[in-house]
């Protein structure tokens, strides 16, 4: 089987595992007729209008009676349990509050509603559960009508836990993060499983802005694509986020070359040694691969430094 189709196996199978072992939590959610949620979260609103009046316009706005095409009934008693005894004696001590709950409590009353790849992962393998950070940790219901009702959706809150991140963004050369060019769920994806960055095929993921150096090549770059179904072609070269050095290279000058590749031994000979005095990429241009030569050089090389190189017969520019 291929490497592609083992991938896809592979992933079936763990989200039917996932699926199957957070249904329970979905069961846990009371099954609450049409009727039901509109008249007794209706109940609620004789003490909190203001609670219903700041979810309008959201995702999460309360269905109303009237409203006979909506796919999904929102209503109070779907994310507060313990509403039973709260109608009866309104206090705070038997109402829930879903972000003074745990994760996996929390993750039992939104999976009532929200069961996809996000979820699952989030009480399983997301680094995020596994750090303790809950539903609310990054979402915000009431009051909130940002995408995805993320706590804020102008700046990218991301920044709050990771600030190492952030400092890389100011870097001499950077992802256009600062300037709202770009957001960090440009790259990365919560629902994603694939990769422990978060990024759905880091590859794939920068080829989405960056089409012009995707392949397919005549001849390709083993690096750019031996990485293409887990990730990390693009940044064995790059940094992502930021770097000091031009194109968000990893290192400067040569150092990035030199991490797979030596000087090759005529480069310090021939020529006066010119070949180990400049930059890789001053003859080796099409470094993301080449539909010209399989040594990944500028097609216009004999006008550089030395007229008709290739047709001197010391240089074969396809090997």
Same mark, same amino acid.
């Given at each position: 089987?291929?490497?592609?189709?083992?991938?896809? *196996?592979?992933?079936?199978?763990?989200?039917?595992?996932?699926?199957?072992?957070?249904?329970?939590?979905?069961?846990?959610?009371?099954? =609450?007729?049409?009727?039901?949620?509109?008249?007794?979260? @209706?109940?609620?609103?004789?003490?909190?209008?203001?609670?219903?009046?700041?979810?309008?316009?959201?995702?999460?706005?309360?269905?109303? *009676?009237?409203?006979?095409?909506?796919? *999904?009934?929102?209503?109070?008693? +779907?994310?507060?349990? @313990?509403?039973?005894?709260?109608?009866?004696?309104?206090?705070?001590?038997?109402?829930?509050?879903?972000?003074?709950?745990?994760?996996?409590?929390?993750?039992?009353?939104?999976? @009532?509603?929200?069961?996809?790849?996000?979820?699952?992962?989030?009480?399983?393998?997301?680094?995020?559960?596994?750090?303790?950070?809950?539903?609310?940790?990054?979402?915000?219901?009431?009051?909130?009508?940002?995408?995805?009702?993320?706590?804020?959706?102008?700046?990218?809150?991301?920044?709050?836990?990771?600030?190492?991140?952030?400092?890389?963004?100011?870097?001499?050369?950077?992802?256009?993060?600062?300037?709202?060019?770009?957001?960090?769920?440009?790259?990365?994806?919560?629902?994603?499983?694939?990769?422990?960055?978060?990024?759905?095929?880091?590859?794939?993921?920068? %080829?989405?802005?960056?089409?012009? =150096?995707? @392949?397919?090549?005549?001849?390709?770059?083993?690096?750019?694509?031996?990485?293409?179904?887990?990730?990390? +072609?693009?940044?064995?070269?790059?940094?992502?986020?930021?770097?000091?050095?031009?194109?968000?290279?990893? %290192?400067?000058?040569?150092?990035?070359?030199?991490?797979?590749?030596?000087?090759?031994?005529?480069?310090?000979?021939?020529?006066?040694?010119?070949?180990?005095?400049?930059?890789?990429?001053?003859?080796?241009?099409?470094?993301?691969?080449?539909?010209?030569?399989?040594?990944?050089?500028?097609?216009?090389?004999?006008?550089?430094?030395?007229?008709?190189? =290739?047709?001197?017969?010391?240089?074969?520019?396809?090997?």
């Amino acid at each position: 089987m291929s490497k592609q189709g083992s991938a896809r *196996v592979s992933r079936t199978l763990l989200l039917l595992f996932l699926l199957f072992a957070v249904l329970p939590l979905a069961a846990a959610s009371p099954p =609450y007729s049409r009727d039901d949620m509109i008249s007794k979260s @209706g109940a609620c609103l004789e003490c909190h209008q203001d609670a219903a009046d700041n979810l309008k316009g959201s995702t999460h706005q309360l269905t109303m *009676v009237d409203d006979k095409m909506a796919k *999904v009934i929102v209503g109070c008693i +779907g994310c507060h349990p @313990g509403w039973e005894k709260h109608l009866e004696d309104p206090t705070k001590e038997n109402i829930v509050v879903p972000a003074n709950l745990t994760l996996a409590k929390q993750g039992q009353i939104c999976s @009532g509603c929200h069961l996809n790849d996000h979820q699952a992962t989030m009480l399983t393998t997301d680094p995020h559960g596994r750090a303790q950070l809950a539903c609310t940790s990054c979402h915000t219901v009431h009051g909130n009508k940002a995408r995805s009702l993320v706590k804020d959706d102008k700046d990218d809150f991301c920044g709050a836990c990771h600030t190492d991140v952030v400092a890389q963004f100011k870097s001499r050369s950077a992802h256009p993060l600062v300037t709202d060019n770009i957001r960090c769920s440009s790259c990365h994806f919560p629902d994603d499983r694939k990769d422990a960055a978060l990024a759905r095929g880091i590859d794939w993921t920068c %080829q989405n802005c960056h089409s012009e =150096y995707s @392949g397919p090549h005549a001849f390709e770059h083993p690096v750019t694509e031996t990485y293409s179904f887990n990730g990390g +072609g693009c940044t064995e070269c790059h940094d992502p986020h930021g770097s000091p050095n031009d194109r968000l290279l990893a %290192q400067p000058g040569n150092g990035v070359c030199l991490q797979c590749h030596g000087i090759p031994p005529a480069h310090r000979t021939a020529h006066s040694g010119l070949g180990a005095k400049v930059a890789c990429v001053n003859c080796h241009t099409d470094i993301h691969g080449s539909d010209d030569n399989g040594k990944l050089l500028d097609p216009q090389l004999n006008t550089k430094f030395f007229a008709d190189c =290739y047709q001197s017969g010391c240089h074969d520019k396809v090997r």
